[in-house]
């Protein structure tokens, strides 16, 4: 007999009533994040931190796949260090954290609670390259950051967050910028073949690229509500931080040459992109490759003989090829159909006596719901289909959701009257190149250029803004 105090499980917000509160009650009743004493940091609690060492350990995997190593930075940056790029530093100075004291005694310098680690990678290969045969070098940082964020959202947008950030070195401007260019194609394809999630491609404007940047590339991606979501970025410094840190080399003719630097990162916001995605109003619907369980086992009437036994039998026999979970407890079976709903698990098997009578079990799809009667022979291979057919129908269906919400405009009025009419999405417009008109279309619209994407599209001749001769089509959209 189930137990009347456990409680059945919550509901969620519908997200058509409050998009903001369905987000928040997804993280929070799927037990993913807890929040903390210290305002604007987050407690990622074990499911959530589950999805994050999946996305790590496949990234990773690619990164690794082509040459990067991994290495640990410090987390303190000396303020002298951190003053040496002047538009680097101006770029985070109000988001930075100071340590002031060691104790009850104050330090003789600051130290800045790393806000990325530019500086910090600079001083290193200035210490430890000094001949083209040292070159490249290819490395990788797994670790946390803080910026003092005034407003936050888990995983989108906190204090502190968990991250990693390549750095290289090239001896040549091509080498890095093929470097730069590659990596932005690493997320975008792990976005596609991972998280099931379509991306746009495209450079920043220069008003919007990272600061000491010579460009910024990104890939954005739109979430259910039409906001877009910067889910990665990739960025060609040039030689301006080899100037600044003194980064040489001695090149096959003996002289002297300043390095060319990258950097790119993800972080675990792409955990906020998975849910805003694919979720819906009854809670996660996680992509295959980074659910933490890929299948529950849920007995149905599991008093009967032989039913538990069944199940945790084929339990054993899947966890030899998926990541699969048997649910045991004394909690109704449509407890546990909704607990597992919401916490996204692609797959849910029943087995009851009439399914072991005929040598079947009950395959549901989280996505669709839709029920498969499968025999217990043919069993894995079943679940490979379903889990293949479901990652490409939350892909499809978020590549619909974008072209459904995307606005293809040629003048102010049109950018206005669309969103009016249909709500947010990416605007797609062309635009003269001038930071002056890229700031009054975000004036006159409320929407600010995401990137000038890689695909380009003649909508017009001319600037949607100015009228005069168009040099790109932007996409414009508002963002997390």
Avoid at 249 to 277: C, E, F, P
């Amino acid at each position: 007999m189930a137990d009347n105090n456990k409680k059945m499980v919550e509901a969620i917000t519908s997200m058509e009533e409050d998009f903001a509160k369905w987000y928040t009650d997804v993280v929070k009743k799927a037990d993913l994040i807890d929040y903390s004493s210290v305002k604007g940091c987050m407690i990622i609690r074990p499911y959530g931190y589950a999805i994050w060492e999946l996305i790590q350990r496949q990234m990773d995997e690619r990164f690794k796949a082509l040459g990067h190593e991994n290495v640990y930075m410090p987390l303190f940056i000396p303020e002298s260090l951190l003053q040496k790029e002047k538009d680097h530093v101006e770029g985070f100075a109000p988001e930075v954290a100071w340590v002031t004291h060691g104790g009850n005694e104050p330090l003789a310098e600051r130290l800045c609670v790393r806000p990325t680690s530019e500086t910090l990678f600079c001083e290193h290969y200035a210490n430890i390259v000094h001949s083209y045969r040292d070159l490249p070098k290819l490395y990788n940082q797994w670790c946390n950051v803080v910026r003092w964020e005034k407003t936050t959202r888990p995983f989108l947008r906190s204090r502190e967050f968990l991250w990693q950030e390549g750095h290289t070195v090239h001896a040549t401007a091509e080498e890095a910028q093929a470097e730069t260019e590659q990596m932005l194609n690493v997320y975008a394809d792990f976005c596609k073949d991972v998280l099931n999630m379509p991306v746009i491609k495209g450079r920043k404007t220069e008003s919007d690229k990272f600061a000491g940047a010579v460009a910024t590339y990104a890939i954005e991606a739109l979430m259910h509500d039409g906001k877009a979501l910067q889910a990665g970025t990739s960025h060609y410094f040039g030689d301006g931080f080899a100037r600044a840190f003194n980064m040489m080399y001695t090149d096959k003719n003996n002289q002297l040459q300043y390095v060319h630097q990258t950097s790119w990162g993800t972080t675990t916001r792409l955990i906020g992109a998975v849910i805003m995605s694919h979720g819906d109003n009854n809670g996660l619907v996680l992509p295959p490759k980074i659910a933490p369980t890929q299948i529950v086992v849920i007995p149905i009437a599991a008093h009967k003989p032989g039913v538990t036994e069944k199940a945790l039998e084929l339990t054993e026999r899947l966890s030899k090829s998926f990541r699969v979970k048997c649910d045991t407890t004394d909690n109704s079976a449509g407890w546990k159909f909704a607990e597992y709903e919401m916490k996204g698990v692609p797959l849910r098997l029943e087995i009851g006596p009439k399914d072991m009578e005929k040598n079947q079990c009950v395959l549901v799809r989280r996505d669709n719901r839709e029920k498969y009667f499968v025999s217990l022979d043919d069993l894995e291979g079943e679940i490979t289909r379903l889990l293949d057919e479901l990652g490409r129908a939350i892909y499809d269906k978020a590549a619909a959701n974008i072209e459904r919400r995307t606005y293809r405009c040629t003048s102010i009025d049109e950018i206005k009257a669309a969103l009016a009419e249909h709500g947010d999405g990416f605007v797609k417009a062309m635009w003269c190149g001038s930071e002056e008109c890229e700031d009054k279309v975000k004036e006159l619209t409320g929407v600010g250029s995401r990137c000038i994407p890689f695909e380009q599209e003649q909508l017009s001749d001319t600037c949607v803004c100015c009228g005069k001769k168009a040099a790109h089509m932007v996409v414009w959209g508002n963002a997390y």
